[in-house]
């Protein structure tokens, strides 16, 4: 995430089935593939980790996963455990394979991609050489905050923050236009502070959180010797508090309506003073031709005016501190150990819970993938997806894909015109499996062994390059958002796509040998989420062609948000820890996606029988091995700070509620396990939540 943690990030808008994912260490790895796959090859489920003492209907995550769950151990490595990091753990591994046969070509000048991975992996490596440079690679960067005297100067240092460690707190970058998403357009959001979210500062709930913030940047900054530390800390605590008023929550960004506000960089300067955007922009590397006039789009108008006036009305001893931090936040992990310590245990240990920092390698594996993900990815799909994965996986969506249609033609509260409309959107869907078409060319990227600082920032620079170069171009429909060897998926609204990279085709998602059930409810729910994510509350409003616009009637948007509203309470009654609620406005989309997905995962297996009577296998029925094969893909333990973190920053919602929540909406769920009135998820038929 370092690597573009401080630009605009497609992925805000782009929907996926999870957001992250981390890691274990070599010796348990080995054991991670024993917990990912606990069952009979040729089956999928694994029978041993129910809990039969539960009623399906009290708690039907813990029916299916408890004894599973009762003998998980997070790893110290980590805040939290199931079947993503397992998976996400052997891709790794996979990964480190890759990087060390890459090593021994070890050469001064690397210019092969395998030259330039090998010296990039081995340059993290040296921690020897890492620590006898201790802050010295930091200084340059430094003197170029303490050089800042004017709004100018500023605005020059935050533009650079999108090609260098610089921090710059709005988020800048190039994305389809909305209502134009064949072109590339310039975008603008508000970005991100130190804290998680905007709550972390103003909710008293999470004033240890600030507290603990406030001295981890009083020890940053004691490490750079900076002047006045705690002082300063004070300052920008209280800074970026004010900052965090004005800036749009999480849920009124899930709009792309409210959040699509097209402007020139002149009426921005006149819209939101106390930036000098004409240099910060120019400084990003937007040409300068016509720079006043450029249209780009703004996410959060309110929110970017807002900071604007507080940044332009701060004082700059106190704004060169804040800039300092960031600087050292930012480029800490390739710093020396004093810096990475003090980074984890705020970053990972006080906000996540996490108990340990992850082992060297795995951050050189991490840091790597970050600067030439698709160059590993090449390497990845040859030596671990099969073209017999990719067919039977692409064989999957269609029939998903199909099941969806039928749905979609007896949706009785959509009109028949916007049934139709729905119908085309459907059609046009294209669907990618495994790798992207066309891969990326990582050759201009400059690799010197021994420079990890600098290897970080020219990676960080060449990536910026690559989106740059798209300005002015019609969108490239090859490029993909996530590299093959990540365990996640998404939707792209915009592109009326969907996306499943290679990892995540791998047991307990797909197993090519497992049972036809068990794979419709993992990996079939996993395609159907991601396509139902194109009718969600956010996806519905782009059409067949990924334009944004109302194409339903209003009547269709009314009844729909009736629906989703109900829904949504589901959702904010659902505590992860005692008084902390899910909030079902932001994890909307993706709940919808859930719901939908697991229906469509039901008919897509239905009608895979052709007919025929499902087969009852290891004493479960076909519906019953479904729902299982869903409830198996989100056995995963959280630590409690982790947890209240999502609670507030994650649009997914915590894994039992994604277990629980949907099945309770499904008739088949109720016939399947027998689920009566006084159990705890029962719902009267007329207060299922149907959508799709």
Known sequence: MALIS????????????????????????????????????????????????????DNFFRYANGTYLDHLTIPPDKSAFGPFTILAD?????????????????????????EKLGAYYTTFLDEAAVEKLGAQPLQP????????????????????????????????????????????????????????DREYYLKPEFAKKVTAYRAYIGKMLGL?????????????????TELAKVQWTRTERRDPVKTYNPMTISDLEQKAPGIDWLAMFAAAGIPSD????????????SAITGMAKIIGSTDFNTLRAWMAFHLADGAAPYLSTDFVQASFEFNQHELNGQPQLSERWKRAVRATSGAMGFAIGKIYVAKYFPPAAKARITELTHEVKSAFAVRLAHVEWMAPETRKAAAQKLANFEIQVGYPNTWRDYGPLVVKPGDLYGNVARANAFNWGHDLSHLGQKVDRNEWFMTPQTVNAYNDPTQVEVVFPAAILQPPFFDPKGDDAVNYGAIGAVIGHEMTHSFDDEGRQFDEHGRLHQWWTDEDVKRFQALADRYGKQFDAFEVLPGTHLNGKLTMGENIADLGGLTLALDAYHASL?????????????????????????REKVRDDAARNSAVTDPHSAPEARVDLPTHNIDAWYKAFDVQPGQKYYLPPEQRVKIW
């Open 6 to 57: 401080r630009t605009y990030v497609r992925a805000a808008r782009v929907a996926g089935i999870l957001l992250a994912a981390g890691g274990t260490s070599p010796s348990f790895a080995a054991n991670a593939r024993e917990t990912v796959q606990p069952y009979d090859p040729g089956w999928g489920f694994d029978t041993s980790g129910m809990d039969t003492k539960i009623k399906p209907g």
């Open 90 to 114: 052997v891709a790794r591994e996979r990964v480190q394979g890759i990087l060390t046969t890459a090593a021994k070509k070890s050469v001064a000048t690397p210019t092969t991609i395998e």
């Open 141 to 196: 960067d430094l003197a170029a905050v303490k050089a800042v005297h004017d709004a100018q100067s500023l605005a020059i240092l935050f533009g650079k923050g999108t090609t260098t460690f610089q921090f710059l707190p709005f988020g800048v970058g190039i994305d389809a236009d909305a209502k134009d998403p064949t072109s590339y357009a310039l975008m603008l959001d508000q970005g991100s502070l130190g804290l998680p």
């Open 224 to 240: 750079i010797g900076w002047p006045d530390a705690a002082a300063q800390a004070d300052r920008i605590v209280a800074l970026e």
């Open 290 to 301: 016509g720079l006043a006039t450029r249209r780009l789009v703004v996410s959060e108008p």
């Open 610 to 634: 052709h007919g025929k009577p499902a087969p009852v296998v290891h004493g479960l029925t076909g519906d019953q091995r479904v729902f299982l094969g869903w409830a198996q893909v989100w």
